[in-house]
Structure formats: structure tokens, C-alpha cells
């Protein structure tokens, strides 16, 4: 079984940092483009970041660029999303998504596989 599984998150001030953790199993995510998006209450889901299988194409939303940094594991398998100078505007369940083609883009519906979340709390 597949499962991608979030961690990391919870309630900081606003200046502060978090870092989310995924681990994907049940498959190999070696050659998989992963990722981050995210949903506050009463919007759209966002695309936050996306990072290719080697690691060497990064890509970024515009509300977060400067101040998040993905990245991955050695193993591949897993994807860590830094978050610095957090805002409240940040406030969010934020989402580890896995494309198993390897494509990177920044649209949902092109990932197949997504964890169940992890909430993230800004206060101001």
C-alpha cells in the first residue's frame, strides 16, 4: 500500500520556522517528482513546492519563494519542506504529493499520489 505520511507540523508565532518531514512507502519514489501543496479553510488548494527525483530542479509559489527551501532525502523516499519567517497567512493543512512519472509541475491533478496532511498554524 502506498502511503505518503506527513509530520512536522503544528502552532508557531509568526517569524517562526517549521519543518515538515514526508516518508513515502508501499513503492519506490526514486524516480518520482514530490512535492507540497496546501489548503486553508475556505480556499483553493496552493501550490507551495515541488523538487525533481534528482533533486537538481526546484520550484516555488510566489507567496513562498525566499522563505521555504525543499528538499530530499538521500533515499529518495522522503521530502522535507524548511519554512522560515512564517506568516499567518501560512496558516494551512499542507499536503506531501508524489507525481510517479517524474514530471515536475505545480497542478494538483498531476500528482497520483498525496498524504493526509499536516496542519500548520501561524499566529500573529
Known amino acids: 500500500q502506498v502511503q505518503l505520511v506527513e509530520s512536522g507540523g503544528g502552532l508557531v508565532q509568526a517569524g517562526g520556522s517549521l519543518r515538515l518531514s514526508c516518508a513515502a512507502s508501499?513503492?519506490?519514489?526514486?524516480?518520482?517528482?514530490m512535492g507540497w501543496f496546501r489548503q486553508a479553510p475556505g480556499k483553493e488548494r496552493e501550490f507551495v513546492a515541488t523538487i525533481s527525483w534528482t533533486g537538481s530542479r526546484t520550484y516555488y509559489g510566489d507567496s513562498v519563494k525566499g522563505r521555504f527551501t525543499i528538499s530530499r532525502g538521500n533515499a529518495k523516499n522522503t521530502v522535507y519542506l524548511q519554512m522560515k519567517s512564517l506568516k499567518p497567512e501560512d496558516t494551512a493543512v499542507y499536503y506531501c504529493?508524489?507525481?510517479?512519472?517524474?514530471?515536475?509541475?505545480?497542478?494538483?491533478?498531476?500528482?497520483?499520489?498525496w498524504g493526509q496532511g499536516t496542519q500548520v498554524t501561524v499566529s500573529s
Open positions: 504529493v508524489a507525481n510517479s512519472l517524474g514530471v515536475v509541475t505545480t497542478t494538483p491533478h498531476t500528482y497520483d499520489y
Open positions: 508501499g513503492r519506490t519514489f526514486s524516480t518520482s517528482a
